[in-house]
């Protein structure tokens, strides 16, 4: 059983910065990309950041702004957010390629979410 755990998210006020977290546990082969997304409400769930290997991909509102980095021996996956702006609430779901031990072909696994609300 594969699980994505997230952590980090919270309230807070404009200009301000949280980092989130995601770990991945159980009987995992291989990750070939780990990354974040979220959706707002009555918004599509949308890319924020995604890394493979040594390329990364942030979607134009995170440019600049956010940070993704990936610890491959501990199976994590960080994002620092800095200059939080109010429509950056939603909630970021942690999103993983992960080959199984059971197989041998990657499947798309997701956390929980984590709610990230940026108000004064």
């Known amino acids: 059983q594969v699980q994505l755990v997230e952590s980090g998210g919270g309230l807070v006020q404009p200009g301000g910065s949280l980092r989130l977290s995601c770990q991945a546990s159980g009987s995992i082969r291989s990750i070939s990309a780990m990354g974040w997304y979220r959706q707002a409400p009555g918004k599509e769930r949308e890319l924020v950041a995604r890394?493979?290997?040594?390329?990364?991909n942030y979607s134009n509102s995170a440019r600049g702004r956010f940070t993704i980095s990936r610890d491959n021996a501990k199976n994590t996956v960080l994002l620092q957010m800095n200059s939080l702006e109010p429509e950056d609430t939603a909630v970021y779901y942690c999103?993983?390629?992960?080959?199984?031990?059971?197989?041998?072909?990657?499947?798309?696994?997701w956390g929980q979410g984590t709610q990230v609300t940026v108000s004064s």
């Open positions: 999103n993983a390629d992960i080959v199984p031990s059971s197989g041998w072909h990657p499947a798309a696994y």
């Open positions: 890394i493979r290997g040594d390329t990364i």
